[in-house]
């Protein structure tokens, strides 16, 4: 037997020894805590590292119950109520964007014959220039020699006009506009063709205007420059109106229709809104920002609004007629959404809704009707009482008023409740619990029965379940009670103190304690 194959048998026999204490540890475990056998083998697929099936379970879902506050207890938490109520609801959708150019009002100036650039006016890029401007002026060849066809033509017409020979003045005319026509195809303006119509002398410098009124995005005209009919000399941009691109995130774009207005602010011009409108929404989203690009048009005027400025864009999103709430109102418990309905004198009832946020409002869309009044202010605090008093399972419906009632008809508690920790405070791990009950005299009472409850709401943000810790505490004599407990974490508990005697309740406490320890 070689080295290798020694390691491994070392191996597989240390393994199987170790499979052999878990499964004897799991045994011994089901008969000492009378664990069925489901349970056992979890704990031995635990210890072994295989998955549990409740590894990935969520935090169980806190139970709620109604709840009776007085008016004094109200006022304290600032309890706010809200009615719920059907209201137009407007949606916005903030974004960044950017300026560019309408490419639908660019233009391009070219010739149509090939020729010399003589004289360039409009010679900068970014350059405004004015629809009709001139922008330079060129010699082309052909365009004299049609230009004198055209007098030759003309001449000929204006001769032959008082001609008695059939066909001989039709054709004369006929050769005249066949002359024009061409010019015009040139895209000769026609003040030049008028021009050389009165002057009759040939035009050998002929000038370009621009067609639009705009900034020159590019410019290739030079003088002296030879030119061809494909060759672009100019682009003018007409920034009258112009885009604008809003970056919106692929989540809200279900939201936006062709048409729905938008205003754009800019840092350079303070106070200042411009309005526009969602023309389309282009088919590509940015896999960097999971982000879509939405055109908007918008007028442009005073020229305010240039290509590449950085934008602040508000979309108006119209959604119709909704029941909304306060979006306070609305608790988010993990996948539920909960609202504590108003009964009436201090009585709230918990009631799980299905609702949408809309900035400070939540549009309700399950669960709730117009008219019913809801908890706005305080109800997280509402929330915490429910899931205490359903947790200790003290809780029996009240009557409505007995809030009120209960506050005008206070009697003093048979028992007074001393309450302490060892160790002091209370920590995460063990602890045992001291109650010290005396009557109002101050005298011990002794044989009652004593009930300390530590409760923790669930935080599901944190992913965490609530948590429970009862301890019925043993009498120890002269008026002293202990018991020992366990607090899974540390942090803020709510502890209800009870004390009976033949069924009756003596007295009981309600405080929030510390305990130290991490979460």
């Known amino acids: 037997m070689n080295r290798t194959t020694g390691n491994l048998n070392y191996k597989i026999a240390f393994f199987a020894a170790v499979a052999v204490i878990i499964v004897l540890s799991a045994v ?61 609801v407007t949606d916005e959708i903030r974004a960044s964007g950017n300026v560019e150019i309408n490419e639908r009002q660019i233009a391009y100036v070219q010739t149509r014959f090939p020729g010399w650039i003589r004289d360039v006016y ?42 008695t020979v059939g066909g001989v003045a039709s054709g004369s005319e006929s050769l005249l506009a066949s002359a024009r026509e061409r010019l015009e195809q040139w895209e000769v303006p026609a003040s030049e063709i008028e021009k050389l119509q009165s002057s009759g002398k040939i035009i050998t410098n002929l000038t370009f205007n621009s067609p639009v009124t705009g900034y020159i995005t590019e410019r290739n005209a030079l003088p002296n420059m030879y030119v061809q009919p494909d060759s672009k000399l100019y682009t003018v941009a007409d920034l009258s109106s112009v885009w604008v691109y809003a970056n ?44 879509a690009r939405v055109r908007l048009v918008l007028a442009n005027p005073g020229l305010k609004l240039m290509p590449g400025m950085f934008v602040n864009v508000s979309l108006k999103l119209p959604l119709g007629r909704h029941l909304i709430v306060p979006s306070s109102a609305v608790l988010n418990a993990g996948v539920h959404q909960v609202v504590f309905i108003s009964q009436g004198q201090g009585s709230f009832a918990p009631r799980d809704v299905l609702a949408e946020p809309h900035g400070d409002q939540a549009v309700v869309t399950k669960g709730l009707k117009a008219g019913e009044t809801v908890v706005s202010s305080a109800n997280f605090m509402i929330d915490s009482e429910s899931q205490l008093q359903a947790a200790a399972g003290s809780f029996t419906p009240p009557p409505p008023g007995a809030g009120a009632a209960a506050s005008m008809n206070q009697d003093q508690p048979e028992a007074v409740i001393d309450f302490s920790t060892r160790p002091d405070p209370p920590h995460k791990g063990d602890n045992v619990f001291r109650v010290k009950l005396a009557d109002k005299n101050g005298v011990p009472l002794n044989g009652a029965q004593v009930t300390v409850v530590f409760f923790m709401p669930a935080m599901p943000a944190m992913g ?56």
């Open 464 to 519: 965490m379940a609530a948590m429970k810790t009862e301890v019925q505490l043993s009498d120890k004599g002269g008026g002293v009670y202990e018991g020992s407990g366990t607090l899974g974490s540390g942090g803020t508990w709510q502890v209800t103190i009870t004390a009976s005697q033949s069924g009756h309740v003596i007295g009981s406490k309600h405080f929030s304690a510390t305990a130290e320890g991490g979460m």
């Open 248 to 291: 919106v995130f692929q989540n809200d774009l279900g939201k936006i229709r062709p048409g729905d207005l938008a205003q754009i602010t800019v840092d350079s011009y303070p106070g200042r809104v411009f309005s526009g409108h969602v023309t389309e929404i282009l088919p590509q989203v940015d896999m960097n920002t999971r982000t």
């Open 122 to 163: 409009a010679n900068a890029s970014y350059q405004f220039v004015r629809k009709g401007q001139p922008l330079f002026t060129i010699y082309s060849p052909d365009l004299v020699t049609t230009e004198q066809e055209y007098l030759l033509a003309k001449k000929n017409a204006e001769e032959l006009r008082s001609s």
């Open 28 to 88: 011994l475990l089901t008969r000492t805590k009378k664990l069925d056998v489901p349970q056992a083998f979890a704990s031995v697929k635990a210890a072994v590292g295989a998955p549990v099936d409740t590894v990935n379970r969520a935090p169980a879902r806190p139970t709620l119950v109604p709840v009776q506050l007085t008016p004094e207890r109200m006022q304290t938490i600032g309890v706010k109520l809200a009615k719920a109520a059907y209201e137009n």
